[in-house]
């Protein structure tokens, strides 16, 4: 079946380094995609998101890429500061239920860890 | 503050009780979820509310009861639940139209069944 998954299970880092968190998706009709980041006790939060016509976004201290040809999506995280460990997830937000609503599909996170 | 508030944060339930988690939507969404995680598995799709209606029950058992009375309230029932249903249960909105609406994530109730 299609899926979404991400590459490493954990990543370490040095404060102040940039960190890359890859992801991987298999269904070429994927056209958005979401990344979110849960730290320890709470809920997966939104960080960025792009869609399939555009290559690369960035926001404040995060940039997404997004490389179709491989179906390959990366984020990003310049100055990496203790408060950015977390797990990452990368989400893909294709499907319109019958009658409205989103299904994203998830994959099991990367860890990030940083390192003072 | 995510704009999904939901209580209780913690819940130690036996298997012949019944208790139900509430959650609240703050952002003027039409379409609220609720959400299964268990450790080392990915994010599982539970129940898809929209406008009201349930649009989507992902093979769930029936010891799980979701209820939508509004677009900005959604709780769920629970009743004889097992050990293995012990896991943190999220809670999300977003708006219904259009593909690439953003779900937003409350900071989830962990459910332990003792």
């Known amino acids: 079946g299609e899926s979404v998954g991400l590459h490493l299970p954990t990543l370490s880092v040095q404060e102040g380094d940039n960190s890359i968190i890859n992801c991987a998706y298999s269904n070429s009709a994927s056209d958005y995609f979401i990344w979110y980041k849960q730290e320890s006790g709470k809920g997966p939060q939104f960080i960025i998101d792009?869609?399939?016509?555009?290559d690369k976004r960035q926001g404040q201290r995060v940039t997404v890429l997004l490389n179709k040809t491989v179906k390959h999506l990366s984020l990003q995280i310049a100055a990496t500061q203790p408060g950015d460990s977390a797990v990452y997830f990368c989400?893909?937000?294709?499907?319109?239920?019958?009658?409205?609503?989103?299904?994203?599909?998830f994959g099991t996170g990367t860890q990030l860890k940083v390192e003072l | 503050e995510t704009g999904v508030t939901q209580t209780p944060r913690h819940l130690v339930m036996g298997m012949t009780n019944k208790k139900s988690l509430k959650c609240e939507q703050h952002?003027?969404?039409?379409?609220m979820y609720w959400y299964k995680q268990s450790a080392k598995k990915p994010l599982e799709l539970m129940f898809v509310?929209?406008?009201?209606?349930?649009?989507e029950n992902n093979s769930v058992p029936s010891r799980f009861s979701p209820e939508c009375p509004n677009s900005s309230h959604l709780f769920l029932h629970l009743h004889t639940l097992q050990p293995e249903d012990s896991a943190l249960y999220l809670c999300a909105s977003s708006q219904v139209v259009g593909t690439g609406n953003t779900i937003y994530f409350g900071e989830g109730s962990w459910l332990t069944v003792v």
């Open positions: 792009i869609r399939s016509n555009m």
């Open positions: 509310y929209s406008l009201e209606e349930r649009v």
């Open positions: 989400a893909e937000n294709g499907v319109i239920l019958t009658g409205g609503g989103n299904k994203l599909t």
């Open positions: 952002l003027g969404h039409n379409a």
